[in-house]
């Protein structure tokens, strides 16, 4: 969804950044080999995604959250926070794989979180917002990088799931719980290849309970004959889908 917004998303086959794969970056190994090259990359993607602006598609599902009469929950795997920054409802928004701008304690002991800090730089060598900088970025010592506020020992990391970690656990507790509990009727599926576990498997469970699928991509899903296919930029496509719903309803 924010592809549209000119985030990259850095997964999957030709996720660069310099000359790493970012998936060699997305990981607890890297950070423990090279914290300052991971947080040179993690100071980049925030940079541009403060730098960002959330598209009509980031608006339509805020304005969605806020229409009384619809039990509804977004599930997100953007870490950018385009979406609070569009309006959605804090209490139906889910983000499954953490948050750029969360900030935690990495000293086993400690357990220090800072949520929606946007200071950019976090420090004065983290100043990593323009592209042309990127090829002669220097290393880092441990000494130039964010540090625990409350142990004053741990280095913090970006509050993000990184490849090999689990999802946290309240969140997949929720999602799976408001599926079933509800009912869900209705998924909608946003600029994804529901690759992504657990994603993919949320829209077996709404099928098996007999409720519908509409998928918003770029290409047409084949393995989903039966969904309702928006083919396009969802920037356009799911606000003119969701327009409707808006039109004499409740909205706040
Ligand atoms: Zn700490």
Redesign the pocket.
Known sequence: MSASSGLSTFRGAGGYWRAYNSIDLATPDAFYSDPGLVWQFYSYRRHKALTAEPNNAHKALARLSHVKNIKFLTISQNVDGLSQRAGHNPDTLLEIHGSLFELR?T?FC?S?VERNNMTDPLTPSLDVTSFDKLESLPSLTSDQLPH?P?????LLRPGVIWFGESLPLQAVDKADEFIVRNGVDLILVIGTSRSVWPAASYVDVVKNQGGKVAIFNTERDEAEADAWQFVGDCSETLPAALEPLFSGSQAA
């Open positions: 304690c000293d400690c220090y625990c409350r142990c004053h020992k741990g």
